[in-house]
């Protein structure tokens, strides 16, 4: 989910207007009526340098999210291994509530392998990763899990979309140091936590304000690997003697 999209997002939870009060009086600038605070900025500004200097990385995410579907509140959990290579190289394993499911960017195809059912499908992508993940969501709503922090524009849409954006300390996150800020909007408080050694991010949490107070969404990155080989094969779908082509893709 791409936080320029974040504010319409489903996600809800708990509301901490008073902690934006405070903190929002400190060490603010302002623009227009945004509160900012320098060192939140300067911690998206490093994370997003941090990963637009690497020629490749892979890393795990785990996500947790509370929804309400049909009136009643339901759990979906995903885990998620990630691997990119240059702008223009993805593959993606998931398991999300038992289905497995795998995706392959070659930089001009986007291909998808649901493994419990033996089913694939491929089709046309534009030439480079993010410009493939906003086509493809946008086409087909296909959601990448918490893909926000590879965007080259995370400061910018932050900016834009929140109203406040606030330095909280630091929090422990699996037992690492982390810097945190807390981007508010009138629907969504949202917390980011990087690590303070080396700016990687290492949990993202979404919750909602308003009518669907209660839902929630967590993601955690961990086994950061930095600049690792990944060959090209990595990144090239051949369908298993046993698949069948289907139409997955679909408007």
Request: include cysteine; charge should be negative.
């Amino acid at each position: 989910m791409k936080f320029k999209n974040l504010k319409n997002a489903p996600w809800n939870g708990q509301n901490i207007a008073l902690a934006a009060v405070v903190f929002a009086a400190i060490s603010c600038s302002t623009n227009g009526d945004k509160y900012l605070e320098e060192e939140a900025i300067n911690m998206l500004d490093a994370t997003t340098e941090t990963i637009g200097a690497l020629s490749s990385c892979s890393v795990t995410i785990d996500n947790n999210s509370t929804e309400f579907e049909d009136g009643a509140l339901q759990t979906h959990s995903r885990h998620s291994d990630i691997y990119l290579r240059e702008v223009d190289k993805l593959h993606i394993f998931t398991v999300a509530d038992g289905m497995r499911k795998g995706y392959w960017y070659n930089g001009s195809e986007l291909a998808v392998f649901k493994f419990n059912e033996a089913v694939y499908d491929v089709t046309p992508a534009p030439k480079t990763t993010i410009a493939m993940i906003d086509s493809v969501n946008k086409t087909f709503k296909v959601d990448f899990p918490a893909v926000d922090v590879f965007y080259p524009t995370l400061t910018d849409d932050v900016i834009d979309n929140f109203d406040t954006v606030l330095y909280l300390g630091t929090r422990s996150v699996n037992g690492i140091l982390c810097k945190e800020i807390n981007a508010i909007s009138k629907t969504l408080d949202v917390f980011l936590l990087t690590d303070s050694a080396t700016n990687l991010p290492l949990q993202l949490e979404i919750y909602g304000r308003g009518d669907k107070k209660g839902e929630g969404y967590i993601a955690t990155y961990s086994n950061w690997k930095l600049n690792p080989n990944l060959p090209d094969v990595m990144f090239k779908f051949s369908p298993p003697s046993n698949a069948t082509k289907a139409s997955i893709f679909k408007k």
